[in-house]
């Protein structure tokens, strides 16, 4: 797999991150973050205090106060400093629960946005991306999202605050010594640039890998039958070495120069301390003026509190460089967030709808009676009239042209007429285009050029919701869901009763088997029916699509998965499912098609021969060929 190169955060990541939670928590959060400040500017007084207790005593010393007067001045002081932190104690336990609800809640909110969003994007989009990259999506990225949410943006809004109330306190002080520590902070802030930074752009590429790595291994579950059949352990294991080994090097690089930030750090503030301590010594030894807003000479009282602030003016840059890794994971994953969610959306302009209607009196009465005929209803744009039309499932192809990418044409004018009822199937070998074909009628692709008409409505003026709900498709690639037999074969349509799905199996041949299962249709199904056999999870497919009762089935090399005998049954079932339908079979089989109304065959992209069987047979031609053995399929 390619490697990637180490990006930066995408702009504007945070106010759009900054702007989505507020949307999610328009009260909490601000009264949040109002607390946080509270909690910021108390923590960063208590140094005025120590002025003035330090004062006081100079004073008591000087004036030669008794112990009971000094003491009572102090307790003052000391008191109020106490209420202080006790308000500040209240708002750090306040804000901090309500940082709690904020984070799950974004977390679920962010879950929700994002497969909500994946819900409306194409299968053009399953199609190009790694499915365990899209996961990591949902687990890393929403997880290193938490961590910065929680953690990260109170942590930057309390030292920000906190680092505003110690300047304005140091420069009401003493101007002279503010601006040796702000020198000071200058350089510790060019030391984090540089190596935050470095450690910025590999922490976002161990996302990156992250996300690569989880693809890869999410392929080599899902082919371990492929990878041990042809002993290509050594070789999977060789793939994942490489992907593994390009996200520990992003990784350990982006510790590096995190882990050396944080020393380097905490000893540039024990140099500003003492600087800070020499400097304040040699001016008042020197009995310099004291340049300060609030006019005061300098004294120990205001050199002691002064190196206090130091000290906690340095720590908060230090805590600044420990959520560099945090805040750059999250945004990183953010960024991975935000592009699924504008992710372009499958497009729909269709205004043609599928209802239930009968006629009353001479005119077309819609109803919710699912025992009454489905009707297109067709609103025409123009006019506003609304005329309806019955579902038969007529199909055509006029001139059809597709790419999947727009250099390389895959069907080249595909003419095809399907009338309702008639078996059409679609032989050829394989990436002759059968399976695109079906994919048009579904418009999980949208053609290139030419015209699809269903039921002599442009299939580009359906609505895709009501064009889905009047096709059955049964893949080769059989997806059952967690849950019971039940569950799964009412998934063709939800509002089927059980009596309803019974006779569909029994339709389809599944009744016997799911029977001696051993809860028979209440029977649980985990991983994709693992605890099935190949040819009964197809059996069961087969039957969700039969109670989905639609005018066209698409059955594409639904019986691959079958063995001989079970096919026959399964024949005869689907030969009842077929009957007075529209259905399109593609098949390698030949055996399976003999019986339909006519038989397309492709190559290249393009319908070479057409007929029925014995019209193909008589020709001589490429099916000919197919059929009598002397060519294969694939």
């Known amino acids: 797999m390619a490697e990637h190169k180490p990006n930066r955060v995408k702009k504007g990541t945070v106010s759009r991150l900054l702007k989505t939670l507020m949307g999610f928590f328009p009260v909490l959060l601000p009264v949040t973050f109002l607390l946080i400040l509270l909690n910021a500017i108390f923590g960063a007084i208590p140094a005025i205090f120590m002025q003035k207790v330090i004062a006081i005593i100079e004073v008591a010393l000087k004036k030669h106060w008794t112990a009971a007067q000094a003491s009572s001045e102090v307790f003052k002081t000391i008191s109020l400093l106490i209420i202080l932190y006790i308000i500040a104690l209240a708002a750090s336990l306040t804000y901090n629960r309500m940082m709690a609800v904020i984070t799950q809640g974004s977390l679920a909110k962010f879950r929700e946005k994002c497969f909500a969003k994946m819900e409306t994007l194409p299968i053009r989009f399953f199609d190009t991306h790694a499915h365990g990259d899209i996961m990591s999506v949902y687990t890393n990225d929403i997880d290193a999202l938490r961590q910065m949410i929680s953690q990260s943006f109170p942590q930057l809004f309390s030292t920000f605050i906190t680092l505003v109330t110690l300047f304005c306190v140091m420069m009401w002080y003493s101007v002279g010594l503010c601006l040796v520590v702000i020198a ?20 976002i590429k161990q996302q990156q890998t992250l996300g690569t790595t989880e693809g890869y291994i999410e392929e080599m579950m899902n082919g371990q039958k492929v990878i041990k059949v042809f002993n290509h352990e050594e070789e999977a294991l060789e793939g994942f070495d ?129 025992n009454d005929p489905w009707m297109w209803r067709h609103q025409h744009q123009d006019t506003g009239k609304v005329d309806y039309k019955p579902l038969r499932g007529t199909v055509l192809f006029d001139d059809v042209d597709f790419a999947y990418n727009p250099d390389k044409m895959i069907l080249h004018n595909i003419e095809m007429y399907a009338h309702a009822g008639q078996k059409v199937a679609l032989v050829g070998s394989t990436g002759a285009g059968k399976t695109t074909i079906t994919n048009l009628i579904n418009r999980f692709y949208d053609i290139a050029d030419g015209k699809i008409r269903y039921d002599g409505i442009n299939i580009n003026k359906i609505k895709k919701a009501d064009l889905r709900r009047s ?72 039957a969700r699509a039969a109670v989905a009762d639609p005018p066209v089935m698409i059955l594409d090399e639904a019986t691959s998965s079958i063995d001989t005998r079970t096919e026959a049954i399964v024949q005869r079932g689907m030969d009842a499912l077929m009957n007075g339908r529209t259905v399109f079979v593609i098949a390698h089989r030949l055996s399976t098609v003999q019986n339909s109304d006519v038989i397309l065959v492709m190559e290249h992209g393009r319908i070479i021969e057409r007929g029925t069987h014995e019209q193909l047979i008589a020709q001589k031609g490429e099916y000919y060929q197919l059929y009598t053995g002397a060519f294969e399929l694939e």
């Not at 000071?184 to 752009?201: D, E, F, Y």
């Not at 380097?264 to 301390?273: C, G, P, R």
């Not at 051993?518 to 056999?533: C, W």
């Open 471 to 542: 096709l059955g498709i049964v893949l080769q690639d059989t997806n059952l869901f967690t849950g019971t037999v039940m569950d799964n074969i009412r998934y063709g349509r939800l509002d089927a009763t059980d009596e309803e799905c019974f006779a569909a199996a029994k339709l389809v041949g599944a009744d016997d088997f799911i029977n001696r299962l051993p809860a028979g249709y209440d029977t649980p199904l985990y991983n994709n029916g693992a605890n099935l056999s190949q040819g009964q999870r197809q059996l069961i497919a087969i």
């Open 184 to 203: 000071g902070m200058i350089v510790m802030l060019v030391v984090t640039k540089v190596l935050g930074g470095r450690s910025a752009r590999y922490f």
């Open 242 to 370: 490489k992907v593994n080994d390009n996200w520990a090097k992003a990784a350990t690089s982006a510790n590096i120069y995190s882990n050396i930030l944080g020393p380097i750090l905490h000893n540039m503030s024990n140099l500003l301390y003492v600087i800070v301590g020499i400097v304040g010594g040699a001016l008042l030894l020197a009995k310099a003026p004291n340049l300060s807003i609030s006019g005061m000479p300098l004294s120990i009282a205001i050199i002691v509190p002064f190196l206090n602030m130091t000290k906690q003016f340095t720590g908060s840059i230090g805590q600044v460089s420990q959520q560099i890794n945090a805040v750059v994971m999250g945004l990183g994953g953010a960024s991975r967030i935000f592009a699924l969610l504008d992710e372009e959306s499958e497009t729909d302009d269709g205004y043609v709808t599928l209802v239930h209607a009968k006629e009353e009196n001479g005119q077309m009465v819609e109803t919710n009676d699912k």
